[in-house]
Structures are given as structure tokens and as C-alpha cells.
């Protein structure tokens, strides 16, 4: 089987609100989707993150003229020749455009093999994939009413995203903890902290007994995330700084993290994620994927990934919730809190072509922008 044809759009799919983050303010998720066609009639589709121009630029001039003539299932392969194309210098800026390839060319071997992804990567260990409710809002009480509402829907893992300041940090997790009980609370940083101001606010957090503290520090910083480990109680999780298979390595090298949160499309694909989860098992590591926005191509990926890594125990990160639409008619179903693992074969949903068509953009939206503050930007460290 050889691939004879790759198409792709680029997507932005409206949000139900506008949410906030430590880097911006979105209104939308923009996502670059590829079909990928076959010699033996099989169809292949993939979807990445699209969050900057690279990774168009990079998917157009090298990983679409690669691929025609691969046998999809030369999945280690295609990624290494991305690499050899002169991205070993550049990994970062390869990863995305190559997983979304890459998930193409595993829906169309799980296709062929007529099995559903997990079945190839070692079976189904877990039969739902629990999901963490995300907030996203900066005013403390928005933010728990929004939290009581997923708390409704079934969800028992919850995630902040901080970074706003100081006071407002505390403020925003003291109000969604009163509101959820004694569920899981993490919360996301996006390297917007200082070490010293790290240790401070989590001396203080104790009291809120979070699950995590994910990316406190900026993603360089690993010595400080260990030594963050060492001098305070709350766990460390590390997203930014693990993209790469090289960097989980590096992030265990360090014992620099207790939980890691990965994303196929950060780290250049399925396979990738796999291996890396595989390095923090080794590690004795629980891991988690990182959510931005996927639609149910990604999604159902996630879900794969989810009920058959054995080490990724904890809940999901999910934006689902702020999705106005998608492309696939039968995304994978969340219920109570918890994804149904698809069993189609491939990755087991149907993609909407009309859909492609209809939220098919040119330009990518902003994410890591305010309009509402004109020359505003994001420092990191910030305070």
C-alpha cells in the first residue's frame, strides 16, 4: 500500500466563549486536517494543531511531497526523513505538521488491518478515559460557576489556568476549590512565575491541595522545576517542556517533573507519544495529554492513545466543551466525565467533507494575543 495523493485545509472552528490563559485570549481553534489517499483504495486522515505559520509552511513544502510513495506503514520512518530534511535542527518546528501525517498514515494501516488504533499499540487497558473539566476564565467567580456547571455534567477532575497575577491566582483556585469539594484540582501556569515567586504561592496553595502545579517556570528552566520538586509539596507536571521524545528524556534526566502531560501533535505524532510515555513508565511517571482544542480526529487519537498506555492514568486534558462544531459525525462520546474508546477500525470516525469546506480558513487566528489590550504581549517569567 503507497500513499498517491495528500490533500489539506486549514480549519478554525468557533468557540462557544471566549476563554483566557497566562499567553492570550481565543476565540476560535485553528486546525490543519490532511486526507491522505492509497494506492489499494484506503483513506487516511489526520489533524494538528495550527497555532503558528510554521506549521503549514512546513506540512506544504516538506512532510506532503515526502509522503507520496510511503507505505503508510513506515510510520518511524517517514518521521526520521521529515528530521533528515534538515528539521533535526529545527524539531520544534517539524513536530506539528509531521503528526498530523502521521495520524493519517495510522488511520489508514488501522484501516487496512481492519482493527481500531489501540489494538495495534499493545490492546485496551482501560475501556472509558476519564476527562479533566478546563476553565478558562480570569475572574474567580465566573470561573467556579463555570466549574459547578461541569461539576454537573459528570466531570470529577478539574483544571485552571492561572498566571493573571499573584492575587488573582490565589483568589481564582481558592473560589473554583470552595465550589468543587474535594475533587482534583490542578492548575496551569504557562511559565508565567518566577522560581521565587513559585515557591512562595505554592507554600501558600497547600491549603488547596492541588493535584499539580503544571509548567510553573518557563520551559527551559528544568533545574528549576527539580529544584521546585524538592523545596515544596505540590507535584510538578511539565507540558511545554516536553514536546520532544529528547525532551522527556531530559525532563527524567533532571527529576524535574512527577507528572508529564504529552501531545502527539508537540511531539511529531502517535508513535512518538507512545515512546515517550514508554521513557516515563521506565521513570515511574504517571503521564496526561495536553489539550488545544481538539476536533474528532485528534480527539479519537487521544482516546486511542488514553485506553491503551498503561501509565496514562490520570484524567485527559479536554477543551470539548467549548467546541461550536466539528468535522467528524461521530466524534467519540464523553460521558459522566469520561470518553467511550472507539471501536471502528483506524481511529474509528467519519469525517464530514462538506464540514472542511465550510469552516476552511486562510489565516490563523491569533492565540497568543489580547484584542481586548491593544500592545499588550506575554512575558515569560512574568512576575
Same mark, same amino acid.
Given at each position: ?158 483544571? +485552571?489556568? #492561572?498566571?493573571?497575577?499573584? =492575587? @488573582? !491566582?490565589?483568589? $481564582? &483556585? /481558592? ?73 522527556? +528524556?531530559? #525532563?527524567?534526566?533532571?527529576? =524535574? @517533573? !512527577?507528572?508529564? $502531560? &504529552? /501531545? ?73 466525565? +469520561? ?12 469525517? /464530514? ?31
Amino acid at each position: 500500500m503507497k500513499i498517491t495523493q495528500v490533500r489539506h485545509w486549514m480549519l478554525r472552528i468557533p468557540l462557544t466563549e471566549s476563554i483566557a490563559w497566562a499567553s492570550g485570549a481565543r476565540t476560535g481553534a485553528t486546525r490543519l486536517v490532511c486526507r491522505i489517499d492509497t494506492d489499494a483504495g484506503i483513506v487516511g486522515w489526520g489533524e494538528t494543531i495550527c497555532l503558528i505559520e510554521t506549521v503549514r509552511a512546513v506540512f506544504d513544502k516538506i512532510v506532503a511531497p515526502l509522503a507520496i510513495g510511503y507505505d503508510p506503514s513506515q510510520i518511524e520512518r517517514f518521521g526520521r526523513h521529515v528530521l533528515g530534511a534538515g528539521y533535526y535542527h529545527h524539531k520544534r518546528a517539524a513536530v506539528m505538521a509531521t503528526a498530523c501525517m502521521e495520524m493519517a498514515m495510522w488511520d489508514a494501516l488501522g484501516k487496512a488491518a481492519n482493527q481500531p488504533l489501540h489494538a495495534l499499540w499493545g490492546g485496551l487497558w482501560r475501556e472509558r478515559v476519564p476527562a479533566s473539566a478546563y476553565l478558562f476564565l480570569a475572574d474567580p467567580r465566573a470561573c467556579a460557576d463555570k466549574a459547578a456547571w461541569f461539576l454537573d455534567q459528570g466531570y470529577g477532575t478539574f483544571k +485552571a489556568k #492561572i498566571g493573571f497575577g499573584e =492575587a @488573582a !491566582d490565589f483568589a $481564582l &483556585l /481558592d473560589a473554583v476549590r470552595r465550589r468543587i469539594g474535594d475533587a482534583p484540582l490542578r492548575a496551569d501556569v504557562n511559565g508565567a512565575w518566577y522560581p521565587g515567586t513559585a515557591k512562595r504561592l505554592l507554600r501558600r496553595f497547600e491549603p488547596l491541595d492541588l493535584a499539580y502545579i503544571e509548567q510553573p517556570l518557563p520551559l527551559e528552566n528544568l533545574s528549576g522545576h527539580a529544584l521546585l520538586r524538592r523545596t515544596q509539596s505540590t507535584p510538578v507536571a511539565l507540558d511545554e517542556s516536553a514536546y520532544t521524545l529528547e525532551d522527556v +528524556a531530559a #525532563i527524567v534526566r533532571a527529576d =524535574a @517533573a !512527577d507528572v508529564i $502531560l &504529552l /501531545d502527539p501533535h508537540e511531539a511529531g505524532g502517535l508513535w512518538q507519544t507512545i515512546k515517550s510515555a514508554a521513557i516515563a513508565e521506565g521513570a515511574d511517571l504517571p503521564v496526561t495529554l495536553h489539550s488545544g482544542a481538539e476536533l474528532g480526529l485528534s480527539q479519537a487519537a487521544y482516546v486511542h492513545l488514553a485506553a491503551s498506555i498503561p501509565n496514562m492514568s490520570i484524567a485527559i486534558d479536554t477543551e470539548r466543551a467549548y467546541l461550536a462544531a466539528d468535522i467528524v459525525r461521530n466524534p467519540p462520546v464523553l460521558r459522566d466525565g +469520561a470518553f467511550e474508546v472507539p471501536m471502528g477500525p483506524g481511529l474509528g470516525v467519519e469525517v /464530514d467533507e462538506a464540514a472542511l469546506e465550510t469552516y476552511r480558513v486562510e489565516d490563523i487566528a491569533g492565540a497568543y494575543l489580547d484584542p481586548a489590550r491593544p500592545g499588550w504581549f506575554p512575558t515569560k517569567p512574568a512576575y
